[in-house]
């Protein structure tokens, strides 16, 4: 059975069941990973994982299902269970099925190039990196990860308000992560790269990364613990506003459990911060044409020199504040329900180089890496105590690496002492991104 038959024989069922709107979503992600140790593969996966979700409106209520399976057995079961889920879940009368926007924009994010990439050549790429890494300096003992995977991922969403929509992207990315060591001290340095161009990467490039990252860390010395301007890397920087942003979901202000509640058209960062929420980014590994509700996607901006202008909202959230959704619902698969999640998501770059952003700073503090991201912040209030790596630096250039630190804050006052953003924007590995930050002030503890 095909995916048009069995959409056409769901909502019959359905709606001869009593159901009066009905919506079907399908997605299929294809995955195939490499990992390789010492010239040899050490993990292979080759997996793919879909099926269909289905929700539908019966005596006011939203009932939801889903099914791996495509099948006759499969109709009769996400009808009954939509039925049966519809009758325990909490009413509210928010959730709807939409009818569709008034028009969506085009968005090529699948590339044949990369699809018609095959294994082997994947699979030699990865062990050149390797190889590259290792022979790069004596001091380089070992790779303790090293990765190439590429993923596909399909949507497809359809319901009885006539709404039809499809989309397609892929997407590789190589990540390898590398040990030096030189007397008894040993670093960790990694290098990543995510394309959709297979033939653009760079295995010296890559190698080179991540080498000279962990030997840059070899021979770390004590700092005074104090407050220090402070440059965050943008990688850094993309993965501490990751664990923050459900604070800009209209989910959690609604449920008390974000500070940005009621500041809508207030200041809440520096003037130097605009954060946008583009579907269409090239790159992104979150770009989209429409939402898990249909709903078409558009560029939002959520900040705007420094001023709050809006939430991440799906259907449900802006009907309850009397808006007009973003267009973020979002599906963490199609097993999920509904909720409200961002695209591709970024602080705004300027055309400040990095280099101009050491330069600009007599004392310091670099920051390449943040541990501790989860269990040593507090999401709600903003606080933070967190182990850093990084380096030192004095009259405009970076001096030596520094002994384990831990930096204490809080995040909204950090955006608030954004005092210059750079140009390098960065996304590590997911659809949060930020270039290289200065904080006036953070107080560093060096253990």
Not at 10 to 17: D, P, V
Not at 246 to 262: H, I, M, R, W, Y
Not at 311 to 326: C, M, S
Not at 364 to 379: A, D, K, R
Request: proline fraction near 2%.
């Amino acid at each position: 059975m095909n995916i048009g038959e069995f959409q056409f024989q769901l909502f019959e069922t359905a709606l001869n069941e009593g159901f009066t709107d009905v919506e079907m979503y399908y997605e299929k992600k294809e995955v195939f990973g490499c990992q390789v140790y010492k010239g040899e593969i050490d993990h292979y996966e080759i997996a793919e994982d879909g099926g269909i979700s289905f929700r539908g409106l019966i005596e006011g209520k939203m009932g939801y299902a889903y099914s791996e399976k495509i099948d006759d057995d499969s109709i009769r079961f996400l009808v009954q269970h939509a039925k049966e889920n519809a009758v325990i879940l909490q009413e509210d009368g928010l959730e709807e099925i939409f009818e569709g926007s008034n028009s969506y924009e085009k968005g090529d994010f699948f590339s044949n190039s990369l699809n018609e990439t095959t294994i082997p050549e994947k699979i030699q790429f990865i062990k050149e990196v390797e190889n590259k890494v290792l022979s790069y300096d004596p001091r380089i003992k070992t790779t303790d990860y090293c990765r190439i995977q590429s993923e596909t991922i399909t949507r497809k969403i359809f319901n009885n308000k006539g709404l039809s929509l499809s989309d397609q992207m892929n997407y590789l990315y190589v990540y390898v992560s590398v040990v030096a060591k030189e007397g008894n001290e040993t670093k960790t340095g990694v290098g990543f790269e995510i394309t959709k161009d297979f033939h653009s990467l760079q295995a010296d490039k890559i190698a080179e990364k991540a080498a000279n990252e962990a030997l840059s860390q070899l021979g770390s010395k004590n700092i005074e613990s104090k407050s220090y301007p402070v440059l965050l890397k943008n990688d850094a920087a993309a993965n501490f506003l990751s664990v923050f942003v459900p604070n800009f979901s209209a989910e959690n202000t609604q449920a008390g459990l974000s500070v940005l509640k009621d500041k809508l058209g207030m200041k809440i960062a520096s003037d130097k911060v605009s954060i946008i929420d583009d579907p269409f980014l090239e790159k992104g590994l979150a770009s989209r044409t429409f939402d898990s509700e249909g709903v078409a996607s558009k560029p939002l901006n959520l900040v705007e020199s420094g001023v709050l202008r809006s939430f991440l909202h799906n259907l449900k959230t802006a009907k309850k504040d009397q808006v007009v959704t973003t267009g973020h619902a979002k599906k963490d698969s199609y097993k999920g329900s509904v909720k409200v999640g961002p695209s591709n998501l970024y602080i705004k770059p300027s055309t400040i180089s990095f280099k101009e952003l050491v330069n600009d700073m007599k004392e310091g503090v670099f920051i390449t890496e943040l541990s501790g991201l989860h269990s040593g912040v507090n999401t709600v209030s903003g606080d933070f105590s967190v182990a850093a790596n990084g380096f030192y630096i004095k009259d405009g250039a970076i001096q030596y690496p520094v002994n384990l630190m831990t930096i204490a804050g809080n995040f909204y006052e950090l955006l608030n002492d954004v005092d210059a953003v750079g140009a390098d924007l960065n996304f590590p590995l997911n659809n949060i991104g930020s270039p290289s930050l200065c904080i006036k002030s953070l107080s560093v503890t060096v253990e």
